[in-house]
């Protein structure tokens, strides 16, 4: 595969890539946790004794609702960092201000109000995630966009997000690994603090690792933002990687909101258990990122990407097995099983941004601009409408087929969902062609990647 070369590149150092990528690692805690336990704990199994502060569908709901409200706004946020000017550069100033905002919000949100079943909890769920969802975006979208800023150089590209998973993962596996232990022998909101407080550390460290290198375009009015948008999701290839992003990347979040449930209805086992599953899934998706690494620098994104979707799918269906023979005991059939998603789950996260990159100077051949950060608000809008369904698809499926001690079927039947959804992704992300660098761009998509003539220019 060949790389595109620039006379006045100066490589990164090791030290810059990693603090760029702490954000990472603060993203994942705080989504790890959240994710994993905020319907448990808002909505506990029926027959477990806990207190319900929310009817699940209700939870189901306000989730679905925050995730598109945050997916709207990422856009919103890219484009505004795209044009923003300032001494400190277009997207420092937000990941600053972003981060407190973020934690502050994970620390409330295992407050409810009200000791028992309430709308008063139901609102106050809604609000404080609100404002989770505004720091989340406003840190995330200007830390993304940095990316092809680093470096303009393929390898280079592939080595920082390869980099950046593993931090990430890092991160996933304190949050994943600790908050099943910390949550059942200290509480909730000491789980929180112990685990939010690295985090919001981390998020901030990572602006010592930003280093931008292009200006920021001409401040434009209203109008101008909605015909970047319309722009941007006219073109075809960036409508096939959105809507397979869509799909595929639901999926992991599904995942991490159905192991609480699948490790006490289906395992049998206490809350701190579901640690173990998450723990071996974050383990796994660590360590198979210098696999990932060599597979990305030997065969391009495109094919990398479609044999890890289609790995994850066949995982997903293995896993709606789980338990079903006695052979072994269910905890090491699962231990065995989610392995088969959990690596393919690696790879997925250290080869989309680096996609995401290719998109932009896709962008730049066909526009003569360089608006990062609007594509990755585009990759916030699509992965988090996906996640926005999960909650809803984890509500409707347990309310249909069961989620109880007795009859955990709706358990199982998320794991199918999550193999259609791959598949489907898989499907739609046949017609993508951009290439890993742009000569490789120009070759497979001929005339369609040449600069066009804007008037902001």
Known sequence: MQNSTSSNHTPLTLKTIILYNMAGFSFN?????????????????QDSGLTQY?????????????RILDA?????????????????GRRKPY????????????????????????????????????FYYWGYTGALIPWFAVLPEMSDQNQER????????????????????????????????????????????AGELTLLGVKERHPGQSPMDAAGFFKVVKEVFSDRQVLSFSAMVMFVQLTYQLMLMNVP????????????????????VIILMAASTPMWYWLLKKFSKRQVF????????????????????????????????FPIAAIPLGGMFAAVLGLIADLTDYDQLKYGQRREAIYYGIYGIVRKTGWASCSLI??????????????PLGVRMVWLVCALSCLIGLVVFIPYKVGDTKEETKELLNSSATPTTRDEK
């Open 394 to 407: 984890l509500a409707g499926i347990f309310s249909v087929f069961g989620y109880s001690a007795e009859n």
């Open 158 to 201: 592939i080595k920082i997000a390869t980099i950046g998973v593993a931090i990430g993962v890092a991160g996933a596996l304190l949050g994943g690994g600790l908050s099943g232990p910390l949550f059942q022998k200290l509480g909730v909101l000491p789980m929180a603090l112990i685990l939010g407080v690295p985090a919001v550390i």
């Open 54 to 66: 929310v009817p699940l569908a209700a939870i189901g709901i306000i989730l679905a609702g925050g």
């Open 261 to 280: 449930y699948t490790t006490t209805l289906i395992l049998g086992r206490k809350e701190a258990e579901a640690s173990l599953i998450m723990a071996e």
């Open 95 to 130: 990941i600053f201000i972003s981060h407190p905002v973020l934690f502050l919000a994970f620390l409330l949100v295992w407050l409810p109000p009200v000791n028992g079943n309430s709308v008063t909890n139901v609102v106050f769920l809604a609000v404080v995630l609100f």
């Open 306 to 337: 479609r044999a890890i979707i289609a790995l994850m799918a066949l995982g997903f269906v293995l896993s709606f097995f789980i338990g079903a023979t006695k052979v072994l005991s269910p905890l090491v059939q699962a231990m065995l099983v």
């Open 29 to 45: 805690v705080y989504d790890t946790v959240l994710y994993a336990w905020i319907p448990y704990f808002y909505s506990p199994p």
């Open 72 to 88: 709207v706004t990422d856009t919103l946020i890219g484009y505004l960092s795209d044009r923003t000017r300032s001494r400190w």
